[in-house]
């Protein structure tokens, strides 16, 4: 109507740049919807009928708001229609220029298709579409996937696949396999296994398991368990190896109750109070330290009258609770005080994040080798010259409580939302500056942030972040859903994102704190439906990081934020946190 407008989201990465794409929009009293190249890539349900009359049509340019934004682009072929044209229509409206446009024009007959290896997880990970030759799909058709080491070999891994929306994902046991390349088949056919269409061909190379992985269990991509067995009284110590730099859990069960905790020394070190378990009415006692990569010496100091103590030793990811002290939106529900969170929260995390200079019993957390970090903000700059504004981003960052305080270990700065922006390459700078100070050494740098890919300074920015150790705290707050199709939908998109965190910056993984959110209170709340149980969405979610091959290796996971979640979601969350991250639990 000339004062308002519609948007419809595209999603992430759907139109790349330097490349031609065929975009149409199409909208009627149903909807509107988005394609690309031919595909839906967006959609939204209500009516839309605008007013046209006497106003100019504008293509290239944002006019709504007079700014003068225009497309930086070429843009050819413009076609407006009277009516709201279907997908096939403008699928064969695509077919017609897809060969002028540098399109691959064979994926009107064959899939579309992307295969990952994860050697370390032993799962090849194949994604499959066949939207562009949709018109060929019958009803009931699958997808037929093979491993083989060339075209003319007999299949070594083969699996069938069920197609939703036109996209399948099929995730392989590589776990046979011998290091080499191989070939992987992707074909489309109909119920009764005749082929449609031509096949699809992706090569792939394999690797073995890293050798620090054969030294372990894997439980999940969280959890490696390092020793699981009995100690006998007046031999209580062994050995284990942790396969790299982090938290290590130790629980320890004496054949007998008895009176009090054992003593546990590390390395010859003791290695300072265990915290017990009342799961096991107070018989089984808990700890969990940071340690380096490599041979380790445990041994156990306890009365057990006797009898053996079973050890269970797991490697587990950094795990955080947001925020420490802090009291509920809904002051009923609190507060989240120690007393509080010793129930179900503390003893599942390693990580507590503060807004105070002065937390309350933060000797007693780091007697225990626990980890607290502070939370701070982006700086404000005012320097004209990039040396003035370099030095403003470190001295408010270094005059923060993580990086003061002697027993805080670092900072958390929220939060940074990508963009090819030239003040990234002052943050960059400035936390080189942090991590070239001998005298901040062992302080960590975390930074909460957005997708920070696709920009060469965002990316250059975050390379500098795990470079000297920190880690990036990627945000994803997914909503609740109606339906677990919705939810699934969801899921597929953050595991393609995780796929462009890992392209753009190769070993991201490990260095990455996936941050969910929980959000379940006025006035910020991602609990929508009340037929919907908000504490099963939070498992999924969990689950997906704790067992999807594209997330194996994480290295940590976190809920922002204890202030807007109610106390029965915050309790829910630490028991999630030792299922999956602590138990190394796949259902």
């Not at 695509?94 to 540098?102: C, L, P, S, T, V």
């Amino acid at each position: 109507d000339g004062e308002s407008y519609a948007k419809l989201y595209f999603g992430e990465g759907v139109i790349q740049r330097g490349r031609w794409a065929q975009i149409a929009y199409t909208f009627d009293e149903s909807g509107q919807a988005g394609y690309v190249d031919g595909v839906q890539v967006g959609s939204r349900t209500g009516g839309l009928k605008p007013k046209t009359e006497g106003l100019a049509l504008i293509v290239g340019r944002g006019e709504l708001y007079k700014s003068g934004g225009h497309f930086s682009g070429l843009i050819a072929d413009v076609r407006v229609f009277d009516r709201a044209l279907s997908e096939d229509e403008l699928l064969d409206l695509y077919k017609i220029r897809a060969g002028r446009m540098g399109k691959d024009v064979a994926l009107f007959t064959r899939p579309k298709v992307d295969a990952r290896v994860y050697p370390d997880a032993e799962k090849i990970v194949v994604f499959a579409d066949v939207d562009r030759m949709r018109q060929l799909v019958p009803r009931g058709a699958q997808l037929s996937v093979e491993v083989r080491r060339s075209h003319d070999e007999a299949a070594l891994v083969e699996s069938i696949a069920s197609i939703r929306d036109h996209r399948a994902e099929i995730i392989l046991d590589g776990s046979a396999l011998a290091p080499g390349s191989y070939v992987v088949d992707v074909r489309l056919v109909d119920r009764k296994g005749r082929r449609i269409g031509k096949a699809a061909k992706a090569k792939v190379a394999w690797r073995e398991r890293s050798a620090s992985f054969e030294r372990v269990k894997v439980l999940n991509n969280f959890v490696m368990e390092l020793f699981n067995g009995q100690l006998e009284p007046g031999q209580a110590k062994t050995t284990f190896y942790n396969p790299r730099d982090g938290w290590v859990f130790f629980s320890l069960a004496p054949g007998v109750r008895t009176q009090g905790a054992p003593d546990i020394v590390l390395d010859g070190i003791g290695a300072g109070p265990l915290m017990p378990r009342r799961s096991n009415d107070g018989s089984t006692f808990e700890a969990i330290r940071h340690l380096k990569e490599g041979e380790h010496e445990v041994e156990l100091k306890a009365d057990a009258g006797g009898t053996p103590i079973t050890l269970v030793v797991r490697a587990v990811p950094e795990i955080q609770y947001v925020y420490y002290p802090r009291d509920p939106k809904i002051k009923p529900h609190g507060p989240y005080d120690w007393q509080f969170l010793s129930r179900d929260v503390l003893a599942n995390v390693t990580t507590l994040v503060t807004q105070t200079d002065s937390p309350p019993h933060l000797d007693r957390w780091t007697s225990m080798g626990r980890k607290m970090i502070s939370i701070t903000s982006l700086p404000r700059i005012n320097g004209k010259d990039a040396s003035e504004q370099i030095g403003e981003a470190y001295a408010h960052w270094t005059t923060a409580t993580g990086m003061k305080h002697p027993s805080i270990n670092g900072i958390i700065v929220d939060e940074f939302t990508g963009g090819d922006l030239p003040i990234y390459r002052v943050y960059r700078e400035a936390v080189e500056r942090i991590y070239a100070n001998p005298d901040l050494a062992g302080r960590s740098f975390y930074a909460f942030s957005t997708l920070l890919y696709g920009n060469k300074v965002t990316e250059d920015f975050a390379r500098a972040v795990i470079a000297g150790g920190g880690r990036v705290c990627w945000e994803s707050y997914f909503g609740e859903y109606a339906d677990r199709e919705e939810a699934r939908d969801a899921f597929d998109g953050m595991v393609r994102k995780m796929i462009g965190w890992q392209e753009a910056l190769p070993g991201i993984t490990d260095r990455m704190i996936i941050v969910l959110g929980y959000m379940a209170q006025p006035t910020y709340s991602t609990n929508f439906y009340p037929s919907v149980d908000f504490k099963v969405g939070m498992d999924m979610q969990v689950r997906l990081l704790a067992t999807h091959p594209v997330f194996f290796g994480l290295g940590g996971l976190s809920q922002w934020a204890s202030s807007y979640a109610d106390e029965e979601t915050v309790r829910w969350s630490g028991r999630l946190y030792r299922h999956y991250c602590i138990e190394g639990n796949t259902e």
